[in-house]
C-alpha cells in the first residue's frame, strides 16, 4: 500500500537492467541506482555513502554491489553493508520497493521535498535587482547550487542563460555585452580548470572597460586549501584581472556581497569576481536580495569653468579644426555630432569607435589609424588643432602628439595618458561637449567649413576601393570587394563583432559604416573575440541583426559555439574570410625579414561544418558570387555562415 508520502513511478523498459548488472537510471527526474541480481530487482539511492559519486556506475560481483569510488559493497537489493563490514561501517544506502509486473518495472518513491531558498538564490535574484538579466556560462560540479538558483529565476522569466561550449566564449560573450550596453552580463564556471578557461575573455573586458561579474564555482570549504582535486586559490588567479575578488563564506552577507560585485562592475568598469564554495551554494537563505535603490550614481559631471575657457579660446580660434572620437564618446554621439555641424570640422574615430559618426554623414571621415582611411589621415595632418573625445590615445590610432590637442575625458589618469595635450576638459562627454559648444557660440568661431574637404577626400579612397574591389588574381576574393558588399547588405541597425587578424584592418579600412557600431577586442587584441562577441551582442540587443567578421584562424578557436548559437537561436550572420592561413602573422614574419614558418592552417570546408551544425552554409570563391551570397546570408533564418575564400595578398 502506498502512503500519501509516497507513489509509484514507472521506469522506462530500456533502463531495466539485465540478470548481474547495475545501471544509473532517471525515474521521476531521480537518479536511481537500479540493480538485478539473482532474478531480484533492486533500487537504490544513486548515491555513495562516502563521496557522493553515482553507485549505477558499479558492478555487481559475487552477489554484491560494488562502489566503484571506495570498493566497498552494499546489498543490491536492500543497501546493506555485508557480515563482518556492517559492524564498522554504518553506511547503509537507501533503498526503494521495486516490482516488476506485465506492465513493466516500477519504483516507489518519497514524495519530492520542496527546495527552500538557498544562498544561491538570494546571490541570483540581487544580481537581477542590479540589472544583471543575462549569464553565460558552463554547468558543473562545484557550481550546481548555484546553475540550479539560475535555472529558477529563468523560470520565473527574470534572467537568459546562455549555456557555451567553452568558457573562453562566455568571458568573451559578457565582455562583448558590457562593451555595447555599459551594463554587466555575467559568466560562470566551475573552479580549477573551468575558472581559468574565462581568464583571457575577462582580461579582454578589463583592458577596454566592460563592466561584468564572472562567477566562480569552488571545491567545499573542508577541502579548501588542502590541493584536492581541481582546489586553486582563485581569489589569487583572478586578483589581477578583477578590480574585487571575494570569497562568499557561510557567514557572509550574502546579499551585499552580489551586489557589491555589479557595483564594482558598473562603477570601475571592469571585472567583479565571486568564489562560491561548493556548499555554501545550497545551505539555507531567508535573506531578502541586495536593492540597487541608492547604491549608483550617474556620471553627468561638467567641466571646470577656467577648463572650459582655455579650451574654448583654443578651439574658437582653430581654422581648420577635426574631432577624434573615440569609444568613451558613444554616450555623446548626438552632441559630437551637433558640435561638429556646428564648427564645420570632420569627425574622425578610433576603430573601437567605428561607426558613432556614419561614414555617410558630411562631416564623418571614417577611422584613424591603421585600420583606417587616408580621408581620417589626410584630415588630421591638414588639422591646426585636434579636439578628441573619449579616445585613450592608442598607438594603434596613432593620434598626431605634435598636433595642438583639447582632449576632453571622465576619467583623469587618461588626460595626457602618452603625451602631454594642450588643454583638457575632465568630465562626461555627454555634458561637456554641449557647454563646450555653448562657450563657442558665444565667442565666436575661426573655423572654416571642411565639408567639401571631407567630400574631396572620400571621392578620391572610394575611387581607389574600387579599384582593389576589382583586383582578382585568380586566388581567390579580395577583402576591397567582401567588405563593398557587406556595405551594401548590412543592415542600418546591426552591431557588428569583428575579430584579431588582416580581415579587421580590412574592415576598418574598405566597410562603410551607416552607423552600426562595431565590437572588437581592443586593447588585448585576442583572437577568437568575434564570434563569441557576436553572441554576447545577441543578449544585449536581441532585436537587432547581429554579424560577426573573422578569419579562419580565430573562428577556429571556438568554432564550436557555432553550435551554441543553433542551440539557442542565436541569429548570428558570420561572414568568414578563409585564407587557410594565420594571414596577419604571415605579415609579420615576412615585414620583420623572417620567413614565413608554421602559420598555414588545414580547415574543414566551413559552409559544410555550419551545415552539420544545424545552421546555414555558404560558401563562395568568385567576386561576383558576393552579391547573391550575402543576400542568401542576411535572409537566412537562424545562424547562417559564409564563407568567403579569400585571397590572402588583397587585403
Known amino acids: 500500500m502506498t502512503t500519501a508520502t509516497e507513489s509509484w513511478h514507472d521506469v522506462d523498459p530500456h533502463d531495466v537492467p539485465e540478470e548481474g548488472r547495475v545501471r544509473s537510471v532517471t525515474v521521476d527526474g531521480r537518479s536511481i541506482a537500479l540493480t538485478r541480481c539473482g532474478g531480484r530487482l533492486g533500487a537504490l539511492e544513486n548515491h555513495c555513502p562516502h563521496q557522493g559519486g553515482p553507485l549505477g556506475e558499479g558492478s555487481i560481483e559475487q552477489g554484491l554491489l560494488r562502489c566503484p569510488w571506495h570498493g566497498y559493497d552494499y546489498d543490491p537489493v536492500t543497501g546493506a553493508p555485508p557480515g563482518a563490514l556492517a559492524e564498522h561501517l554504518d553506511d547503509r ?116 572597460g566592460a563592466p561584468v ?125 551637433a558640435l561638429a555641424e556646428q564648427l564645420g570640422a570632420p569627425v574622425l574615430t578610433t576603430f573601437k569607435a567605428k561607426g558613432l559618426v556614419p561614414d555617410t554623414h558630411p562631416l564623418g571621415a571614417g577611422v584613424l589609424g591603421r585600420s583606417g582611411t587616408p580621408v581620417a589621415s589626410w584630415l588630421m595632418n591638414e588639422a591646426d ?61 575661426k573655423a572654416e567649413d571642411q565639408r567639401d574637404d571631407v567630400a574631396r577626400r572620400w571621392e578620391i579612397w572610394r575611387t581607389e576601393k574600387a579599384r582593389r574591389a576589382a583586383d582578382d588574381r585568380g586566388r581567390g576574393v579580395s577583402a576591397a570587394a567582401v567588405f563593398a558588399a557587406l556595405s551594401e547588405h548590412l543592415p542600418v541597425e546591426a552591431v557588428v563583432a569583428v575579430d584579431v587578424g588582416n580581415h579587421a584592418y580590412s574592415l576598418g579600412r574598405y566597410l562603410e559604416s551607416k552607423g552600426q557600431p562595431v565590437l572588437m577586442s581592443g586593447y588585448l587584441g585576442s583572437i577568437g573575440f568575434g564570434y563569441p562577441a557576436a553572441m554576447g551582442a545577441w543578449a544585449a540587443a536581441p532585436s537587432r541583426p547581429v554579424v560577426a567578421v573573422t578569419g579562419d584562424g580565430g573562428f577556429g578557436q571556438y568554432a564550436m559555439e557555432l553550435t551554441t548559437a543553433v542551440h539557442h537561436g542565436i541569429p548570428v550572420k558570420h561572414v568568414l574570410l578563409n585564407n587557410s592561413a594565420l594571414g596577419k602573422i604571415s605579415k ?33 570563391t568568385h567576386r561576383d558570387q558576393l552579391d547573391a551570397a550575402m543576400a542568401e546570408l542576411f535572409a537566412a533564418d537562424g545562424p547562417a555562415l559564409l564563407c568567403v575564400e579569400q585571397d590572402a595578398e588583397l587585403i
Not at 319 to 324: C, E, L, N
Open 93 to 208: 544506502v537507501p533503498a526503494y520497493e521495486v516490482e516488476e509486473g506485465r506492465d513493466g518495472v516500477r519504483v516507489r518513491l518519497p514524495e519530492r521535498l520542496e527546495v527552500g531558498r538557498t544562498v544561491a538564490d538570494v546571490i541570483v535574484e540581487t544580481l537581477v535587482a542590479h540589472g544583471v538579466d543575462t549569464v553565460f556560462g558552463m554547468v558543473g560540479h562545484s557550481n550546481l547550487g548555484f546553475a540550479d538558483a539560475l535555472r529558477r529565476a529563468e523560470e520565473r522569466g527574470e534572467l537568459r542563460f546562455v549555456g557555451i561550449r567553452h568558457e573562453g566564449a562566455a568571458a568573451f560573450a559578457a565582455s562583448a555585452y558590457g562593451k555595447l550596453t555599459g551594463r554587466p552580463a555575467a559568466c560562470f564556471a566551475i573552479a580549477g580548470p573551468g575558472s581559468t578557461n574565462l581568464l583571457t575573455g575577462l582580461y579582454d573586458a578589463k583592458l577596454d
Open 213 to 337: 561579474v564572472a562567477i566562480s564555482g569552488q571545491v567545499p570549504s573542508k577541502v579548501l586549501g588542502r590541493g584536492a582535486f581541481q582546489d586553486l586559490d582563485l581569489g589569487a588567479v583572478f586578483r589581477d584581472v578583477a578590480i574585487s575578488t571575494t570569497t562568499v563564506h557561510a557567514g557572509s552577507d550574502h546579499a551585499e556581497l552580489a551586489a557589491l560585485a555589479v557595483k564594482h562592475a558598473r562603477d570601475g568598469r571592469g571585472v567583479a569576481h565571486l568564489v562560491l564554495p561548493d556548499e555554501v551554494q545550497a545551505l539555507p537563505s531567508d535573506a531578502v536580495a541586495g536593492s540597487p535603490d541608492g547604491r549608483y550614481s550617474r556620471r553627468p559631471v561638467g567641466p571646470d569653468p577656467d577648463a572650459l575657457a582655455r579650451a574654448t579660446e583654443l578651439v574658437a580660434g582653430a581654422r581648420r579644426p577635426v574631432i577624434v572620437a573615440g569609444h568613451g564618446a558613444r554616450g555623446a554621439r548626438e552632441e559630437v555630432v
Open 385 to 445: 588643432l585636434l579636439l578628441v573625445v573619449g579616445a585613450s590615445f592608442s598607438s594603434h590610432t596613432g593620434i598626431a602628439p605634435w598636433q595642438r590637442i583639447v582632449q576632453i575625458d571622465d576619467t583623469p589618469t587618461a588626460i595626457g595618458r602618452f603625451d602631454a595635450v594642450t588643454a583638457d576638459l575632465l568630465g562626461d562627454a555627454a555634458v561637456v561637449v554641449p557647454a563646450l559648444a555653448e562657450a563657442i557660440r558665444a565667442a565666436g568661431t
Open 588 to 620: 609579420e614574419q615576412l615585414a620583420a625579414d623572417y620567413p614565413v614558418w608554421h602559420t598555414s592552417l588545414t580547415n574543414p570546408d566551413w559552409a559544410a561544418y555550419a551545415e552539420l551544425c544545424g545552421a546555414r552554409g555558404i560558401r563562395i
